[in-house]
């Protein structure tokens, strides 16, 4: 009998254990020892810049990057797309920053420039680009827009480690980039994520808000004789266990890449006689982007050939997922005001999204498995 194929199995290199045994001889455990900063070095590498902060999740590094604008903000307001995870939104609505969300573009499921312009006005202070499976939308176009507006640019590149457009890494385009190592991810320490910060003053008080609110970097420098209260923070770096993980996890960013570009490739090839024939969509990598190929996704024609297929492969013990619920639908996104007539382009889209298995344990014969019993369902329809 055919074994199940999970939608994600946790990547895992066989080099974590060793790495943990090492925290024990450190005997530090409770974070920014010499694995986070190994940590910091390596995604420094990867990303090809400083400044980075390491984190417990992306959740945290999008709530610090709040905290550090929140009184740049003051009562202005922050674009971000509304087909994304609760945590975006969370970060802004807990500083009490006014949300306003704005539609996707189209099938690669990011922000819609054309709909973000019709939405700036003299209250806009940022707007969060969140990039999406394995895509990175207009980030080009969104960074010259937020530039010549001075607008803050957020990257939520949670999905995108490792990513690159033009040879620039997802993340690094604007003053702020969040990144996940949660296990969904490519790379992961079960829970993680790290923060990019361009600016130096920027990152000066991201770090007292990474550590608590405190200036206990300055201390650790030598620069200070003690640490005090500075800035409203929290408990935001992860511990010496997660941080060995995800070290070791990091040495491994090239070949993770280059195994689900296979996978991806097989989905693309196998699948693509259905986009042809009209019976299923799913959009087409742009030859400058350099994917970190995070997920594969197809749209169905509408939300109930969605549920009938996600049926159909369960039946088949494939398991697939939705992408997200839309922000502005969800019960929260109403109390704050929002309804779900106002974004269209989203709704119509975001019902159709069937995310289909993608891991590293995955083999080339599940994937072609998981494409047969899809063209199954489509011969019987
Ligand atoms: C766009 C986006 N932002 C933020 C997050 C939260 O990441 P974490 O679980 O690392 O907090 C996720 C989770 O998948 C996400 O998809």
Sequence with gaps: MKNKINFNEPYITGN??????????ENKF???????KNCHQKITEILGKKNILLTDSCSSALDIVALCIRDEIGSGEVIMPSYTFPSTANAFAKVGIKIVFAEIQNTNMTISIEDVLKRINRNTRAIVMVHYGSFLGDILKLKEICSKKKIILIEDAAQAFGSKLNGHSAGTFGDFGCFSFHETKNLHAGLSGALYIKKNNYFKKCQMIWERGT??????????????????GGSYYPSELQASFLDSQLNFVRENISYRKKLYEKYNEFLRDLKTDGKLYFPDLPAELSSNYHSFYILTKNSHQNLLLRNFLEERKISSYIGYIPLHSSPMGSRLGNFKKDLPITNKYSERVVRLPFHNNMKLKDVKYVCSVIEEFYDGI
Aim: aromatic share 14%; net charge positive.
């Design 215 to 232: 200036n206990r970097q300055e201390l650790l420098k030598g620069l200070t004789d003690k640490y005090t209260w500075r800035e409203i």
């Design 30 to 36: 409770y974070g920014d020892g010499v694995f986070t």
């Design 16 to 25: 974590e254990l060793e790495n943990i045994k090492r925290v024990f001889k």
